[in-house]
């Protein structure tokens, strides 16, 4: 069976993210270079991380935000790295803390998101954060996880009572996507590496959303005709980036299918960006 498929522009989404966050900055009176400021932790040795913070820098220039790289070498102890963090909580000239992963191998990014300052953390992945998404009150989200409803929020389909099927189980984008389906009232299911038949999982879900990094993973034939698929993966094969879901025969299914590249990566560095702003408010008390 086929259907009229829609391709979700994450790309266009993200334009429309920056215009509104564009007339919230006017609105508040930030002059550009002025306002909410971050600071972006990265690997000093991982040249695409090194890449990924320099295009943050960028997003951010465009709307008059500021993003301050800090390269983590990989000579630097626990504590250094504690202290390093510990100063950007204490400077009221920084709103906001990225942290990019992989991080060098001897620190542990579940540790880095406990030494944040709760209302600096843009990527929303601190504890006390997960605990206000646990009971649906988090001011600062999960910046995948809301990327990943804003484009299902593009097909206008109600979620109560669907099927809604999460393959990946990760802290920063399976569980809180999880937890945000819960809060649509979708019928939510959680799939993971032990998980037996993913494709019957698969099969029966009115929305699937994918978050592995494993190519292709998820078959075009187990999409159930109709379905809304969000491919959250990001895999380089050869010189081309694909998602998890084999997207030619996936897209003759699906009703609406989000694209990698193009998908969910441009809307969660807008995502970002809003709670950049988000967290500046907090800390302005506005
Ligand atoms: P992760 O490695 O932390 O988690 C991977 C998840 O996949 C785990 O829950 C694991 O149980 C599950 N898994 C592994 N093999 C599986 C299998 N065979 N069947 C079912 N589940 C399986 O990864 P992550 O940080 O959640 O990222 C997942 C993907 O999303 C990566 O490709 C990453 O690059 C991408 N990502 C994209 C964005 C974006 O903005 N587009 C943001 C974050 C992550």
Redesign the pocket.
Known sequence: MSVTTHVLDGKAIARQLNDELRAELSRLGVKPGQGPRMATIYDAQNQASGRFSLAQRHYAEGLGLTVEPMALRHDMSRDQVQQAIEQLNRNAAIHGIFVQ?PLPQQIDPQWVSTLIDPRKDVEGIHPQNSIRRFFGKARIGSC?AL?VMRLIEETKASLEGKEAVV????E???RPVGMLLLDKLATTTI?????QN?RAHVERADILIV????PR?IKGAWIKPGAIVID????VVGNKVVG?VEFETASTRASFISPVPGG??PV?VMMVMKNLVEAYKLQQSI
């Open positions: 992963n995948t990327a393959v990946g189980h990760s920063i984008v399976g799939c993971h590496v032990a998980t993913l978050a592995v990094g494993q993973l959250v993966g990001i895999n998890d969910v990566g969660t």
